[in-house]
């Protein structure tokens, strides 16, 4: 079932002109949301096989590691931003974790998500919506916990969306991000390289028929702040006591943040 009560954000306003990264090409601001949306709408029905391609099937080992990290619990409710095809909001519902509003700009992806939960028996405290994470239609202080996965790169004004997740947290809730990183092994940097610029478009080409598509994935990878500059940006959105974990020497990492 689609949960269609959200309402736009009061907050929310029009986009400005300056340019932001789209890959290692710049766009208008404008200008990404959509380009990003053709992506992921060109990828839907071949992203869960993908995932396993890029990341050698590592993605599902540092999900379980971000889900344990969550603390699912009964009493608690989770916004899972960027819930792509839902492997966030089924391992907090199996883990034991409460009412959960999966989320994505991407109607294609959300449709993917709803298809597997509704496989799995999973819906009796799942919510589908398509939102925008820089405005997220919830009132303040409504949920426990919000999450985004592999998502945070792909948005525009990435400060929004941290400052929003900590809006609609309640007091005591936490905001955690799961997203690649800056690898931190110099010897891996090279092998790395190669796999995400060369074999990875290749494999997108072959797999999904869509070299481009992938391509932007690997340059969006680089272009995102690294482990460092992202807790700061957590601290500046008025999150305490953040933190970050590196996974797999950097190619991923995990970071959270208290709303106290």
């Not at 766009?27 to 992203?47: H, I, M, Q, T």
């Amino acid at each position: 079932m689609t949960d269609n009560s959200f309402a736009p954000s009061p907050g929310s306003s029009a986009s400005a002109a300056e340019e932001t990264d789209f890959g290692f090409r710049s766009v208008r601001k404008e200008e990404k949301k959509p380009l990003v949306r053709a992506v992921f709408d060109s990828v839907a029905g071949k992203y869960d096989v993908m995932n396993d391609v890029m990341s050698l099937g590592i993605h599902r080992i540092w999900k379980r590691i971000f889900v344990t990290e969550l603390g699912p619990q009964p009493g608690l409710s989770l916004l899972d931003l960027a819930g792509g095809t839902g492997d966030i909001s089924f391992g907090w519902l199996k883990g034991g974790g409460g009412p959960t509003v999966m989320t994505d700009i991407n109607a294609s992806m959300l449709s993917v998500g709803r298809d597997r939960a509704l496989s799995q028996g999973l819906v009796s405290d799942l919510s589908f919506c398509v939102v925008d994470a820089e405005a997220i239609p919830l009132k303040d202080m409504s949920v426990d916990r919000v999450s985004i996965a592999f998502g945070l790169r792909n948005c525009t004004d990435k400060m929004a969306v941290i400052r929003e997740a900590r809006r609609v947290l309640r007091p005591g809730g936490r905001f955690m991000c799961l997203e690649f990183s800056r690898v931190q092994v110099a010897a891996l940097s090279p092998i790395y390289d190669a796999w995400s610029f060369k074999v990875l478009p290749a494999m997108g080409n072959l797999i999904a028929k869509n070299r481009a598509s992938y391509q932007y994935l690997a340059e969006s990878i680089r272009t995102f702040p690294d482990q460092e500059t992202l807790a700061e940006m957590f601290r500046e959105a008025g999150l305490s006591h953040v933190r970050y974990q590196s996974l797999s020497g950097g190619i991923a990492a995990i970071h959270s943040g208290w709303r106290l």
